[in-house]
């Protein structure tokens, strides 16, 4: 919706609103505005586009995840680092049902440009693997699958894993 740097410049106004308000000695206003101001902050390290799809696709609706995602006009000005790595990863789901090799590169791009949160780490490796495995390169698949069991620090992903592994040695 806003730039980010917008985003901070906002923040900034609307704090020193809050500061004014609190000299002038409206003390509910001043703290109000601050939490309003916290909130700009906010969005400046998460992205409002990129949370409104992660919702969709926690919700299996992937056109709506991909409506929202392309409202990110320029995603490389527009978003952080952190940001666009999720821009990517989320680009690369939606990419993995149509085209393969779209879908790789997002999911290369989302881990150099980095992940919060391992258990994403370890799914973009996982889906990685799982396309190097169609693709045929079995070394390449056994490498991000050992990555990925490593990043899976909950367990969550273990079956996903054990099935792959049990289908590299069929190739």
Known sequence: MFNKNL????????????????????????IALIFLAAF???LYFRNEFILLAFLQMRKQDFEATEKWLDKIKNPEAALITKQQGYYNYLKG???????????EKYFKTAIKLGLSMDYDLAMAKLSLAGIAMQKRRK?????????????????????????????????
């Open 93 to 103: 789901i939606l990419n993995s049902q149509r085209n393969l090799t779209v879908a």
């Open 40 to 42: 700009f902050i906010f």
């Open 7 to 30: 985003k901070i410049v906002i923040a900034a106004l609307i704090f020193a609103w809050a500061v004014y308000q609190f000299i002038e000695g409206n003390i509910g206003n001043g």
């Open 139 to 171: 070394r390449e698949a056994t490498s991000l699958l050992a990555e990925a069991k490593k990043l899976d620090k909950q367990n969550m992903l273990t079956d996903q894993i054990k099935m792959m592994q049990q289908q590299l040695k069929r190739i």
